[in-house]
């Protein structure tokens, strides 16, 4: 077929938008194929590029990529502002992490502790400090630390900034669903749809359900407080994250649950620990309440790259909470995969054979003639998930 693509990419969201957009860049026909676009994780996300304020306990290699995505964040939106003429709402004033409570500070200060330890750039402040820096913080904060390089953009307008970058470089928009990868006539099929991919890949990205609420701030203005503000609030853990144009992104709940419904309670605990930590909140006008699913793998980690037994497919998946700060970092190293069939070492930890089935056991002598020795863990089994984003 003379118009046949060279690279197909199912998933219109960030992820999806600027592999399409890189790989158009390197001289390949694409196709997007989403039958709405912007409508998933994306257009509830509040948008924060956190390599610092979300590096846990046990996640060393995804705190890496993390970090090396956010990195690459100042140059990728302004080239993408540059290729667009759009503001994609990046802002670089960091993140203040806080604690309301004696015990909500020895909680906050644990994970602190643990971030220094592994090198990353945490400075404890104490009250007087943390209202210098924001004087709307309540008096009954105990306590801060500033991430002075954990930023955020907009994904409500990176959505579109992306799709208008692909556009202009050659990649075309198909608005209609992929009911199945071989439905698809091309050389390479990069799966970047989200929890859509589980269905499609038959990979483990199952939904992550997180409610948000928006505010904006009384008289059109603009919020009363400047950087994103991660707190704990009695026990209860909120994020803030204010926008030039007088919103105020207030989130989020994490449920293992598959529907978009919003509940009171989540909406009530949301805006209590909110108006706890930033009392003139309370003025604020609400203006939206919202779900949506983040794709959750079963160790909290993207799958990216090849997949086994699948000639030229391959996954950019089960970003979880970190897709829109992966973006760049996501589809730089698939986009080079396309290209040259070289896997970047950073991408070796997320390759989608670590959920591959475990190796046959013999039934009689419970020898694996692979060498594997079975510990009865199920690599599709949810673990524990983090309560916080």
Same mark, same amino acid.
């Given at each position: 077929?003379?118009?046949?693509?060279?690279? !197909?990419?199912?998933?219109?969201?960030?992820?999806?938008? @600027?592999?399409?957009?890189?790989?158009?860049?390197?001289?390949?026909?694409?196709?997007?194929?989403?039958? @709405?676009?912007?409508?998933?994780?994306?257009?509830?996300? %509040?948008?924060?590029?956190?390599?610092?304020?979300?590096?846990? &306990?046990?996640?060393?290699?995804?705190?890496?990529?993390?970090?090396?995505?956010?990195?690459?964040?100042?140059?990728?939106?302004?080239?993408?502002?540059? @290729?667009?003429? #759009?503001?994609?709402?990046?802002?670089?004033?960091?993140?203040?992490?806080?604690?309301? =409570?004696?015990?909500?500070?020895?909680?906050?200060?644990?994970?602190?502790?643990?971030?220094?330890?592994?090198?990353?750039?945490?400075?404890?402040? $104490?009250?007087?400090?943390?209202?210098?820096?924001?004087?709307?913080?309540?008096?009954?904060?105990?306590?801060? %630390?500033?991430?002075?390089?954990?930023?955020?953009?907009?994904?409500?307008?990176?959505?579109?900034?992306? $799709?208008?970058?692909?556009?202009?470089?050659?990649?075309?928009?198909?608005?209609?669903?992929?009911?199945?990868? +071989?439905?698809?006539?091309?050389?390479? =099929?990069?799966?970047?749809?989200?929890?859509?991919? !589980?269905?499609?890949?038959?990979?483990?990205?199952?939904?992550?359900?997180?409610?948000?609420?928006?505010?904006?701030?009384?008289?059109?203005?603009?919020?009363? *407080?400047?950087?994103?503000?991660?707190?704990? !609030?009695?026990?209860?853990?909120?994020?803030?994250?204010?926008?030039?144009?007088?919103?105020?992104?207030?989130?989020?709940?994490?449920?293992? $649950? +598959?529907?978009?419904?919003?509940?009171?309670?989540?909406?009530? $605990? #949301?805006?209590? %620990?909110?108006?706890? #930590?930033?009392?003139?909140?309370?003025?604020?006008? #609400?203006?939206?309440?919202?779900?949506?699913?983040?794709?959750?793998?079963?160790?909290? @980690?993207?799958?990216?790259?090849?997949?086994?037994?699948? /000639?030229?497919?391959?996954?950019?998946?089960?970003?979880?909470?970190?897709?829109?700060?992966? =973006?760049?970092?996501?589809?730089?190293?698939?986009?080079?995969?396309?290209?040259?069939?070289?896997?970047? /070492?950073?991408? !070796?930890?997320?390759?989608? %054979?670590? &959920?591959?089935?475990?190796?046959?056991?013999?039934?009689?002598?419970?020898?694996?003639?692979?060498?594997?020795?079975?510990?009865?863990?199920?690599? *599709?089994?949810?673990?524990?998930?983090?309560?916080?984003?």
């Amino acid at each position: 077929m003379l118009n046949r693509p060279d690279v !197909a990419v199912v998933g219109a969201g960030p992820v999806g938008l @600027a592999i399409a957009w890189r790989c158009a860049q390197r001289g390949l026909r694409v196709v997007v194929h989403d039958a @709405a676009p912007g409508s998933g994780a994306s257009h509830v996300a %509040a948008g924060m590029l956190a390599p610092v304020a979300e590096a846990y &306990f046990g996640e060393h290699e995804l705190t890496g990529l993390l970090t090396a995505s956010a990195a690459r964040w100042p140059a990728f939106a302004a080239e993408l502002t540059a @290729a667009t003429g #759009l503001d994609v709402g990046y802002r670089t004033e960091g993140t203040l992490m806080v604690g309301l =409570t004696a015990d909500d500070l020895a909680e906050a200060r644990r994970l602190w502790a643990y971030q220094q330890g592994i090198g990353l750039p945490v400075t404890p402040l $104490r009250p007087s400090a943390l209202r210098d820096r924001e004087p709307a913080l309540a008096p009954r904060v105990r306590g801060g %630390a500033l991430a002075a390089t954990d930023h955020q953009v907009d994904p409500r307008r990176l959505v579109p900034a992306l $799709r208008t970058a692909a556009e202009r470089a050659g990649a075309t928009l198909v608005p209609a669903a992929v009911r199945s990868l +071989s439905d698809l006539d091309t050389d390479v =099929t990069v799966v970047a749809a989200g929890c859509g991919a !589980a269905a499609l890949t038959g990979l483990p990205v199952r939904p992550v359900k997180g409610q948000v609420v928006r505010l904006r701030a009384p008289g059109g203005g603009a919020p009363g *407080f400047r950087h994103v503000i991660r707190g704990y !609030a009695d026990g209860e853990h909120v994020y803030l994250v204010p926008r030039d144009d007088g919103e105020v992104v207030v989130g989020a709940t994490v449920e293992e $649950r +598959s529907d978009t419904d919003v509940s009171a309670g989540a909406v009530l $605990r #949301l805006l209590r %620990a909110a108006v706890d #930590l930033l009392p003139e909140l309370a003025e604020y006008d #609400l203006v939206e309440t919202l779900a949506g699913l983040r794709p959750g793998t079963p160790d909290n @980690a993207p799958i990216l790259g090849l997949l086994p037994g699948r /000639p030229g497919v391959l996954a950019a998946t089960g970003h979880h909470r970190h897709g829109i700060v992966l =973006t760049p970092v996501t589809a730089d190293l698939i986009a080079e995969l396309v290209v040259t069939g070289a896997t970047d /070492p950073l991408l !070796a930890p997320f390759a989608p %054979a670590r &959920f591959a089935p475990p190796p046959t056991v013999d039934a009689r002598s419970g020898h694996d003639p692979s060498g594997h020795d079975p510990s009865g863990h199920d690599p *599709f089994a949810p673990e524990k998930e983090h309560t916080w984003n």
